[in-house]
């Protein structure tokens, strides 16, 4: 009797854990997405530079920035109708509204985020001229 207490204890134990980790991982969905600000040619646009996101689903941007000049990922419209979770950068974790990152030569930066609403907003970088010269992009956010 001791030892049938035993296994239906145990089998309950492996039951509760095994749904506790399927629910885990089924929350875990991100959709990883790399941005270049510029490239190793100084040529000033981003690449991709159309993006595409879906209402509540959690995605990362990783950015970097391999040109030899500093530049900005500007969306401020963009960042209001989302919700940011983290962005990481070196062993720093910025929580909270972002409405542009500055990207130095060779940086990098995570941006964790989930689109609230829909729409379709501007990017851009901010440093005088490089607008002009075709540094832009397009961030869409539907249902």
Do not use: R
């Not at 134990?13 to 399927?22: D, P, R, V």
């Not at 901010?126 to 869409?140: V, Y």
């Amino acid at each position: 009797m001791k030892i049938k207490k035993i296994i239906i204890s145990l089998f309950i134990c492996c039951f509760f854990f095994l749904t506790f980790n399927l629910n885990v991982e089924a929350n875990t969905d991100i959709e990883i997405i790399n941005v270049s600000l510029g490239n190793a040619q100084g040529e000033l646009k981003f690449i991709p530079n159309k993006f595409d996101f879906k209402v509540g689903k959690k995605y990362k941007l990783i950015l970097d920035n391999p040109s030899p000049e500093k530049h900005y990922f500007t969306a401020k419209d963009f960042a209001d109708a989302s919700w940011t979770q983290k962005v990481q950068a070196g062993k720093v974790e910025i929580k909270g509204a972002i409405h542009e990152l500055e990207l130095k030569p060779e940086g990098t930066a995570d941006w964790v985020f989930v689109p609230q609403k829909e729409g379709i907003y501007q990017l851009y970088c901010s440093i005088k001229g490089h607008k002009e010269a075709g540094m832009i992009g397009q961030l869409t956010i539907n249902n």
